[in-house]
């Protein structure tokens, strides 16, 4: 709500007021201890941009759903359900927090990473659409630090990092920062018929007009279905 009397809630428009440009909706601690559907979290994100602010939507599974073989579809079903109407790059991230990695010290392997936010790209082209779902961020969140900062980033699909317990201190995130930095993406220009190589490459434009976006590994996620680009060394 924008108005009323709710002791022990924090309003957007309090939120916008005071400052903050944006705000993290959905994570695990207000769905599992204060009872959080994803009704509520799609109601909230919708929210934050009713009051002009940016919003990452976190969504996650616990251990006993990864044991269980239930990973993917708890978060994709997480996704769906918590996603809120108008979603657009500009103002929405989307954050996989592995429940069971945060503060723990434990993390998934890369191939989980991977796999997952692949699961999470792909249930945004369902939902979104394809241009939407390849501009939006994908961030990881789940014990980053700067030992495994490198090796997360590196995975395909993952967009930035949701840092929590390493951002406390400058030793612990600067690492992180660091490594950030050194895989920031670039956008280049594309001219119809001609040959690229685009790795460390974001946006994709051709004539003027955006038509994919390609990952680090070279992957290319066309905006408009059956678009192909060929690439080289040259």
Not at 32 to 46: C, F, H, I, N
Request: hydrophobic share 45%.
């Amino acid at each position: 709500a924008d108005q009323g009397a709710h002791p022990g809630c924090i309003s957007a428009p309090l939120l916008a007021g005071a400052g903050a440009a944006l705000t993290m909706v959905g994570h695990n601690e207000r769905r599992a201890d204060q009872g959080e559907t994803d009704a509520d979290v799609k109601a909230k994100a919708e929210a934050a941009k009713r009051n002009g602010l940016q919003a990452i939507l976190c969504v996650g599974e616990t251990l006993e759903q990864r044991d269980a073989g239930r990973a993917e579809a708890v978060v994709t079903t997480q996704l769906a359900g918590s996603m809120p109407d108008g979603a657009a790059a500009d103002w929405l991230a989307i954050a996989y927090e592995p429940v069971w990695a945060i503060g723990t010290g434990r993390t998934p392997t890369e191939a989980d990473v991977a796999a997952m936010h692949g699961a999470i790209r792909a249930k945004l082209v369902e939902l979104l659409g394809g241009e939407t779902a390849a501009a939006m961020r994908v961030l990881y969140g789940g014990s980053v630090n700067g030992a495994n900062a490198a090796s997360l980033l590196g995975c395909a699909d993952v967009d930035g990092a949701l840092v929590g317990g390493a951002s406390l201190t400058g030793e612990k995130f600067v690492p992180i920062i660091e490594v950030a930095a050194e895989r920031k993406l670039k956008v280049v220009n594309v001219r119809k018929g001609s040959r690229h190589m685009l790795s460390d490459s974001t946006v994709i434009e051709m004539r003027g007009e955006d038509v994919g976006r390609v990952n680090r590994f070279g992957n290319f996620w066309p905006f408009t279905p059956g678009t192909e680009i060929i690439f080289d060394g040259r």
